[in-house]
């Protein structure tokens, strides 16, 4: 596999370095893996590049045709405008319900985000003060182009594309992230991942092609190709404008029960220690048997979880473990999972009287229509 390294047209030195070590993980008597660290030395790089996906700087370079730049000109008008439209109507009213609702459980910590995708804007506004995020999905991390000729109109419009049901709707559907974040498209989730974190406001110090190793360790990841059932992503590191660095890492992970047939998954999960958990338009597949692993994973780890009703089923929050809010209305799941109707959280509704939701979350995505819970753990 070919080192991840940061776009040639945008640095402004030769100092460019693989996002990843050339340590194997392969060689039986190696010694255990380092957590991976962010590396100093190409921090404005990795910021340009952020900042060009997202639509708020050009290119750093005079390479350009007049046809390249007129085409990341169009790129980040469409950017900024769908930005705003999703600022709007979604993350802002997340951000102030989180600050109103959440402040015990903004500070630091692990917030962990499992069926999000690449849907960094809605974990970054509900536990926007977390030191370190880790998300789990399906679709590859992947790579970004490493020279100007790879930012082609196609490249741009596949980064657009793959917002469109986020800005539409609030939520990535999974049938289209499998198109979308294919070799055909943008090639994984990377792209989108930096487009969040840029246009939130951070500066994007770091970015490393990542690993699991067989001790569950997330580390840089070797540059030999994937072996077998090995779990890859990216780790992103980023500061605010005071400074305060956070570190977003993504992985590429099937969270079905096969989980207890991988003992690196199930101690990567393990290792991550207490966290606050995010779930939202899950396809209620923690609703089903064959997801019982990550359902008690995060049943057993979390400190806080805020969901919708797509994520762990009201009756496994035993009341004498958890403590409760609820917020906005609860109606029956819409046609395409209309199986898992939950009578005892429609009970639990009607029983106590809940505050409004005034903007939409998860697969009811109209205002006061969709639902949260927040669980606290006693």
């Known amino acids: 596999m070919k080192a991840w390294v940061v776009p040639t047209f945008l640095l402004c030195t030769c100092c460019a370095c693989s996002l990843h070590s050339s340590k194997s993980s392969s060689e039986s008597e190696a010694p255990p893996e380092k957590p991976v660290e962010m590396r100093a030395g190409n921090t404005n790089e990795w910021d340009a590049t952020a900042r060009m996906i ?9 390479s350009l045709t007049p046809e390249q730049r007129a085409e990341w000109i169009q790129h980040a008008r469409a950017t900024d405008a769908e930005w705003k439209r999703l600022k709007v109507r979604y993350l802002n009213k997340i951000d102030h319900w989180a600050s109103e609702n959440l402040k015990d459980a903004a500070l630091d910590g692990t917030a962990f985000y499992p069926f999000g995708g690449p849907d960094a804007g809605t974990v970054l506004a509900v536990y926007p003060n977390a030191r370190e995020y880790v998300m789990i999905g399906l679709e590859p991390a992947g790579k970004l182009p490493e020279t100007q000729d790879g930012y082609t109109p196609e490249y741009w419009a596949g980064v657009r594309q793959s917002l469109r049901s ?17 070799g055909e498209g943008v090639g994984g989730i990377t792209p989108v991942l930096l487009l969040y974190i840029a246009r939130s406001g951070f500066k994007v110090e770091d970015v490393q092609e990542v690993h699991v190793s067989p001790d569950g360790v997330i580390a840089a990841a070797p540059d030999t190709p994937p072996v077998n059932h090995e779990i890859r992503g990216v780790a992103i590191f980023f500061s605010d404008s005071s400074g305060r660095q956070q570190k977003l890492t993504y992985l590429a992970l099937n969270l079905a029960d096969t989980l207890k047939k991988r003992p690196t998954a199930m101690q990567l999960l393990q290792g991550l220690g207490r966290v606050k958990t995010l779930l939202k338009s899950a396809s209620y597949l923690m609703h089903k048997p064959y997801f019982s692993a990550i359902r008690n994973v995060i049943l057993t780890q979390s400190d806080v979880v805020v ?17 409760i809010q ?13 199986d898992w109707q939950q009578d005892d959280l429609a009970e639990a509704f009607s029983a106590y009287s809940v ?13 006061n229509t969709s639902n949260l819970l927040i669980a606290r753990h006693k």
């Open 54 to 62: 997202a639509g708020l700087d050009g290119p750093r370079t005079a």
């Open 166 to 182: 986020a800005v539409a709707l609030g939520f990535f559907k999974t049938e289209e992230m499998a198109d979308d974040f294919s």
């Open 307 to 323: 969901e919708d009703d797509s994520g762990i089923p009201y009756r496994f929050f035993h009341e004498n473990d958890w403590d």
């Open 326 to 338: 609820l917020f906005g209305s609860y109606a029956k799941p819409i046609p395409l999972f209309k």
């Open 355 to 367: 505050p409004p939701l005034e903007f939409g979350f998860g697969y009811r995505y109209q205002p």
